[in-house]
């Protein structure tokens, strides 16, 4: 949610930064709520100071032999009227947070407006491959090699899904051991969070109530719960209604868990197989920082993302996303970006983003700074380390070889039994 003190001070500045999101906003009617709820305490405060004042005069009435009576009704008449008073003020308030709930994230200044066109491309690793002999595509090379079977999924669950099965379910898990390990290397903590989470969740995190159609929902269960879309969205409410000690800080989280998303992708050919589908799994990763150490976080996350694709001797790039393509909780993104050379294209691995303050206002996640002593929103920010449905396919496709084998990358093969090479069936 956004500090209502920045659109008051400054409400033109605002409205254009929320534009180049594509967000159009008129803050006439929230400043004329906020105009409203001034006079609304300026009132209320007016009649208690006045309801104050006669009911210190009773004892000198009483003393002078005064009838005290008409002092009574006025304080009841005045406490009547105060309580209508604070009824609408708490209708103002609640129109404001309505109004400002849908509002996204301001990007940050030198982000470019606009989508996924005014992406810009920071750091290049490798170059696209090109192959001495006919390449298979990923779809083509899990199933010849015995890694994936499409078919049996599809009849136990549809469009957009697989079954990994034999030394594919291993690569898979490999990746997964091998994640783990560098970043409990690194000193992050290993959290595993439930899979079913509350609409609170969904709401600090900033899905809802806008995006509420994009999870998996369950029907028939109150109060509403729905199928986490990420991990992100149960770690950035493990502190939700907390206030933490400066000295806890930062808070440096990863976790596994298969992530369940509405948006399966089309036949496409750059969507085929594994490069979208309902459930994928991810480890992700997530800090709780102060202001000061937000930055510093970000270039943290990023790095460790790097780091994770440079291991596996892939080619990758990453991007900064225009103002348009980042989601709308976070006010900056990095992608990571994976190399597939069956249709010469690069996909997103992972996204690093930071929310700045705007998820704990919402969460209520704050610390107390050790110097001032005042209570402080706290700053969140989360990055994939990593998604593997496109590290996988980008991995077969990059690591293949003239026979039909692919060459498993040197960091995986100790959770590969040591095998160098996934060899086709026979």
Excluded at 132 to 148: M, R
Excluded at 338 to 352: A, F, H, L, Q, T
Excluded at 390 to 401: G, T
């Amino acid at each position: 949610m956004l500090d209502q003190k920045l659109i008051i001070e400054n409400p033109e500045l605002i409205a254009s930064k929320l534009a180049k999101k594509g967000c159009v906003v008129d803050f006439k009617p929230f400043l004329a709520l906020v105009d409203k709820r001034r006079a609304l305490l300026v009132k209320v405060e007016d009649a208690k100071k006045m309801r104050n004042e006669l009911s210190a005069s009773v004892p000198q009435v009483k003393k002078a032999g005064g009838d005290v009576n008409a002092i009574f009704a006025k304080v009841k008449e005045i406490m009547a009227g105060v309580a209508r008073d604070e009824e609408e003020l708490a209708k103002v308030e609640e129109d404001i947070k309505n109004f400002l709930l849908p509002l996204p994230n301001l990007p940050d200044d030198d982000l470019l407006p606009g989508g996924k066109e005014n992406n810009k491309v920071i750091h290049q690793f490798g170059e696209p491959q090109k192959f001495d002999f006919k390449a298979k595509d990923h779809v083509e090379l899990c199933e010849s090699l015995g890694l994936i079977d499409y078919g049996r999924a599809a009849k136990m669950s549809g469009h957009g899904t697989w079954v990994y099965t034999g030394l594919g379910a291993q690569l898979e898990w490999a990746l997964l051991n091998y994640f783990i390990a560098t970043h409990l290397k690194d000193g992050y903590t290993f959290i595993l969070p439930p899979h079913i989470l509350n609409y609170e969740s969904g709401f600090v995190a900033g899905q809802f109530p806008k995006f509420i159609d994009d999870v998996f929902s369950l029907e028939g269960v109150s109060p509403r719960k729905f199928i986490l879309p990420t991990a992100e969205t149960a770690l950035v409410n493990f502190y939700r209604d907390e206030i933490l000690s400066e000295d806890d800080l930062p808070k440096k989280f990863f976790a596994y868990t298969p992530c369940y998303r509405k948006e399966a992708g089309a036949y496409r050919t750059e969507e085929r197989g594994m490069i979208r589908g309902y459930q994928f799994n991810k480890i992700e990763m997530f800090q709780y920082t102060t202001e000061e150490g937000d930055q510093p976080a970000f270039e943290e996350l990023v790095n460790k993302a790097i780091e994770l694709v440079k291991g596996l001797g892939l080619t990758f790039r990453v991007s900064k996303l225009a103002a348009e393509d980042i989601s709308a909780s976070m006010a900056r993104t990095y992608d990571i970006e994976v190399y597939i050379p069956s249709v010469g294209i690069y996909k997103e691995v992972s996204s690093v983003s930071t929310a700045h303050d705007y998820q704990a206002r919402r969460g209520m996640i704050r610390y107390r700074d050790k110097a001032t002593g005042k209570v402080k929103f706290a700053r969140t920010l989360n990055g994939s380390g990593l998604a593997t449905s496109r590290i996988f396919p980008a991995l077969v496709e990059q690591m293949q070889q003239p026979d039909g084998s692919i060459k498993i990358p040197e960091v995986l093969r100790p959770y590969m039994g040591g095998l160098e090479y996934i060899k086709p069936q026979k």
